[in-house]
């Protein structure tokens, strides 16, 4: 029994909880195992114990890569070469060979001198762009509203002056850049895809805008690395844009299939980022058969642009049957094929009626993710999906947007 006057540590844990269950945005995990070699295939285990077996359709593993031979074999020779773990922080404990070959491998591929690694894509972002406001005092930082939450974060930690500009807006982002005094230091951050809304930003004119108003340019790649550009670096290789970008930042968790995170940019960038960022210093280096995956997963995709090919033609595939069975589609001119629902609890419901009735596995997009009245559910159709597993998809979709009463768009003909 609680003593009077005493905080109730757990009625407060509790109450957190219920207010998302009471918002309709409460997660359950799904228990599942994924199945060698048989990507987008996975076995769920229920609560009774029981199994059943499903199709994964919103993997961030966007090719397939984390079951791929290629990279399966480099992690697993790297073990029995090297070991399991690295041993400590870079600093203390020095480097695995595979971490410098790699750092090389992607400042080469986004055509940057240097490259630094870090634990996860969130810890690449929120520690550069902290530290960047260490390193450069005074700097002013122009954030595009619908920015990752890690750069968010990290913009926010470092305590500088920093403006949103509403989202790939650039008569406002000017605006912003030309009210600011012209001998501040000043950094654009925005991302390249994003992942919500499957829009891509303007890269041509924000480089732009930042070169007139002298600032440094930061972009997000971590929804399009591995996807777009001839070799897979990105959009900004894609659109011959490369040599704009001052901070490239990017992820080895999605299209390269293993995990991770890193920035590539001028060595001296490179130098500071590594002497000054927490982030960096004070983690745990990457496993070593992370690292060497990543590197063979990264020279995979250099040299095979018939998976992007495969990838793109997928999402437009999927794209148009929703859209020829009145499935209102978001508009999306990427990968991402985003599906509006409008309601958290009719999103869950949907959810989970696709998992436990059709096998389909599908997360709720809800608050904060995205807007109220926005929820939705995204699909990330991969080269291994095929075209019965679209059928299955279709029909089930189409189904339960019937008997959940969803708010459809006319069907094509």
């Known amino acids: 029994m609680r003593a009077a006057g005493l905080f109730d540590y757990k009625a407060a844990f509790q109450s957190s909880v219920e207010q998302v269950k009471g918002e309709g945005r409460y997660r359950v995990f799904a228990d599942l195992k994924r199945v060698r070699g048989e990507f987008p295939k996975a076995v769920r285990r229920r609560e009774d114990g029981t199994s059943q077996d499903v199709i994964v359709w919103c993997s961030n593993d966007y090719l397939g890569m984390g079951q791929h031979p290629v990279v399966l074999e480099a992690m697993k020779a790297e073990v029995d070469a090297v070991g399991a773990g690295a041993g400590g922080t870079r600093n203390i404990s020095g480097t695995t060979r595979s971490a410098v070959d790699l750092e090389a491998e992607l400042a080469s591929w986004h055509q940057k001198e240097a490259a630094l690694l870090f634990t996860s894509g969130y810890v690449a972002n929120e520690a550069t762009l902290t530290t960047l406001q260490r390193i450069l005092p005074g700097l002013i930082t122009f954030s595009d509203a619908l920015n990752h939450a890690s750069m968010i974060a990290g913009i926010r930690n470092g305590g500088g002056e920093r403006h949103i500009f509403a989202h790939n807006d650039l008569e406002h982002l000017e605006a912003l ?5 012209a001998d501040a230091p000043k950094l654009v951050a925005f991302e390249s895809v994003y992942s919500m809304d499957g829009d891509i930003a303007d890269i041509a004119g924000t480089i732009a805008l930042a070169k007139k ?46 995990m991770g995170g890193y920035i590539a940019a001028d060595a001296v960038i490179i130098d500071a980022v590594r002497s000054w960022a927490a982030g960096f210093i004070f983690t745990t280096s990457l496993p070593p058969a992370l690292t060497a995956g990543a590197l063979a997963s990264v020279r995979h995709l250099k040299a095979h642009p018939e998976l992007r090919d495969a990838h793109q033609e997928r999402a437009a595939t999927l794209k148009a049957r929703f ?84 708010v459809r768009l006319p069907a094509v003909a």
């Open 323 to 406: 859209t020829a069975a009145g499935i209102p589609v978001l508009p999306s001119v990427s990968h991402i094929v985003p599906v509006h629902v409008g309601d958290p609890v009719h999103c869950k419901m949907i959810s989970d009626m696709l998992l436990d009735q059709h096998g389909v596995y599908v997360q709720p997009i809800n608050y904060p993710t995205v807007p109220k009245g926005t929820e939705r559910l995204r699909f990330t159709p991969s080269p291994n999906h095929t075209d019965a597993m679209m059928d299955d998809l279709v029909r089930a979709m189409d189904a339960l947007w019937t008997h959940c009463n969803v």
């Open 213 to 258: 108003y002298n600032a440094l340019t930061y972009l997000d790649e971590v929804h399009a690395v591995g996807l777009y550009g001839a070799t897979g670096a990105g959009v900004a290789e894609r659109d011959g844009l490369l040599d704009g970008i001052d901070i490239v930042e990017c992820t080895l968790g999605k299209a390269i299939g293993v």
């Open 177 to 181: 850049l030309a009210a600011a005094p």
